[in-house]
């Protein structure tokens, strides 16, 4: 046999098994790194998380990334090249943690690697007829297994497009294995670029469980606090939208779009909800000249109002559930406080109390989809069209 399948048959096989989870998502803030020691696989899963770090993107390498990032039209080569510069800096991240820990790479079993999304397509945000559902994530896993030594899974999105879903969110099998708690109807709520959220039923019934996106979270604040404020990458606490006053003209044409409407699950990204699109509403709405804390105030409520909908949508207005926040708005209080508004019967925590940390959380999901793809089952999830595709995740890159 291949000496390659005799380790995977090794790894696959061990008690427990330390997988570090990359994520790189839709904020471009840096790499966060999560190493993860698992037991078990499926329900039985238990996920300890030893280490996490964000590893900061500098400038330069933000400004390449920008120049593929939810662009319709790029230079073919730079995106070859970014491919493949990706998973070589990301394969340097990791290593650099790695050495920060105080641990080899020989004693981790697998990388589970997200990469970044460049382009998402769902087919209904392209609006082609004739073409599929597509979504493209770049950072070459061949290229973080040579480099670290180290047995890596990537390009999770790929398998559940092809078996019938959108490509997202996957946070859907992660969510369910391990925060589902008999007698909790829990929203575990991302609070990311985009928002996102699970619904685990009371019940443990998995045919209940679905994921969706709900519209922007931080991407657009962060776009226009970048243009407003040269220098600025983000709403830091909030401040700046706590000065402002919400324009309800606005934020009408920005809650427009039939995406709101649309049948849940649904995903969507920066290629609809970016700069372009805030333009837009505020022609419709004739609001152009508003201040900049006027405009983060409407961009910070547009966000809750996009969770607050979806969760209407799913839920109907009254149905109480404690929502466990992550992601990195939910260290902005004026998003937050928007939300306790628009969600009054819902309680509200974060997934500290459910034992993983708020920013590590999507991170950890990889990893535990690379479990479930080493040791795991594919399993069914959701029903009727909520259903997610029962599939393994993730393709295995050797290192040798
Ligand atoms: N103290 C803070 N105050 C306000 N906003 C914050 C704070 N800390 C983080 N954020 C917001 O969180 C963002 C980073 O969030 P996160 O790392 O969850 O995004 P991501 O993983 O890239 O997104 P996605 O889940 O869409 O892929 C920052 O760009 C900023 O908008
Ligand atoms: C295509 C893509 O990268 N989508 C991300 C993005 O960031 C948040 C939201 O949009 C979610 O749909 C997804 O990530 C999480 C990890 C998911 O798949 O669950």
Redo the contacts with the bound molecule.
């Keep these: 046999m291949n000496t390659n399948l005799t380790q995977l048959f090794t790894v696959a096989r061990k008690p427990t098994r330390r997988i570090i989870g990359l994520?790189s998502?839709?904020s471009l803030d840096g790499l966060d790194v999560a190493l993860c020691r698992f037991t078990g696989h499926g329900p039985a899963t238990q996920v300890q998380v030893e280490q996490f770090a964000t590893v900061p993107y500098s400038e330069a390498v933000r400004g390449e990334i920008r120049r593929l990032f939810a662009q319709p039209t790029v230079e073919l080569q730079h995106l070859t090249l970014v491919h493949a510069w990706l998973g070589t800096l990301h394969a340097d991240m990791v290593l650099a943690c790695l050495q920060q820990w105080h641990i080899q790479p020989a004693e981790v079993d697998a990388i589970a690697s997200?990469g970044q999304?460049m382009f998402?397509a769902p087919r209904h945000q392209h609006g082609l007829p004739d073409w599929p559902n597509a979504?493209l994530?770049l950072g070459d896993g061949d290229h973080l297994a040579v480099r670290t030594g180290i047995l890596t899974l990537s390009d999770f999105?790929q398998k559940h497009v092809a078996a019938g879903g959108q490509?997202?969110?996957?946070?859907?099998y992660g969510d369910y294995l391990i925060f589902s708690q008999p007698g909790e109807d829990r929203l575990l709520l991302?609070l990311?670029?985009?928002a996102?959220f699970t619904y685990l039923a009371a019940t443990l019934d998995a045919t209940q469980v679905f994921?969706t996106?709900t519209g922007p979270g931080n991407t657009l604040l962060d776009a226009f606090v970048r243009e407003l404020y040269p220098g600025t990458q983000y709403d830091e606490n909030g401040t700046l939208a706590a000065q402002g006053q919400v324009n309800q003209s606005l934020l009408a044409a920005l809650l427009a779009h039939p995406f709101f409407a649309a049948t849940i699950p649904k995903?969507t990204?920066p290629e609809l909800f970016n700069p372009a699109y805030v333009q837009a509403a505020q022609r419709t709405s004739g609001t152009q000249s508003l201040s900049p804390t006027d405009l983060l105030a409407t961009l910070t409520a547009f966000s809750a109002a996009g969770v607050a909908r979806a969760v209407r949508q799913a839920f109907g207005p009254e149905r109480p559930f404690t929502i466990y926040a992550s992601g990195g708005g939910m260290h902005n209080p004026t998003l937050m406080a928007a939300l306790r508004r628009e969600l009054p019967h819902c309680r509200f925590s974060t997934t500290a109390a459910l034992g993983i940390a708020p920013d590590a959380k999507?991170a950890v999901?990889f990893a535990i989809l690379a479990n479930e793809t080493l040791v795991g089952e594919a399993r069914p999830i959701g029903h009727g069209p909520q259903a997610v595709p029962a599939v393994s995740l993730g393709k295995i890159s050797f290192p040798g």
């Design positions: 994520m998502g839709t997200h999304t998402h979504t994530q999105r490509g997202a969110p996957l946070a859907v991302n990311g670029g985009i996102n994921s996106d995903t990204g999507e999901l």
